[in-house]
Nanobody, 123 residues
């Protein structure tokens, strides 16, 4: 499975961005796609996830109400719409795929990772 993340950039506080992650090379079966973020020197942290079949979503508390994860089945792409961005949202954002139906928040639970896209929110 190959994951290609895009959409990062520089935005002012209060602004918005939409990240995309296109998946390819995947065989059939249940899976979950997720977004994580990582700040230099810190652990990678769960942001949001979506079960591909059924579209059930789950969010970290610190993004609820500001970030929305969604998917486009036809394009095999997952999105992360981010609004009301804060300087503390500055990080590299990674998309990941987990085989199976259950949504998990641990980095170790995910099987495939994209290369990351950098988001910088200026104050």
């Amino acid at each position: 499975v190959q994951l290609q993340a895009s959409g990062g950039g520089l935005v002012q506080a209060g602004g918005s961005l939409r990240l995309s992650c296109a998946a390819s090379g995947r065989s059939s079966g249940a899976y979950v796609m997720a977004w994580f973020l990582q700040v230099p020197g810190k652990e990678r942290e769960f942001v949001a996830a979506i079960r591909w079949s059924g579209g059930i979503t789950y969010y970290a508390d610190f993004v609820k109400g500001r970030f929305t994860i969604s998917r486009d089945n036809a394009k095999n792409t997952v999105y992360l719409q981010m609004i009301s961005l804060k300087p503390e949202d500055t990080a590299v954002y990674y998309c990941a795929v987990r085989e199976g139906r259950s949504i998990r928040t641990g980095v170790e639970e995910y099987d495939y990772w994209g290369q990351g896209t950098e988001v910088t929110v200026s104050s």
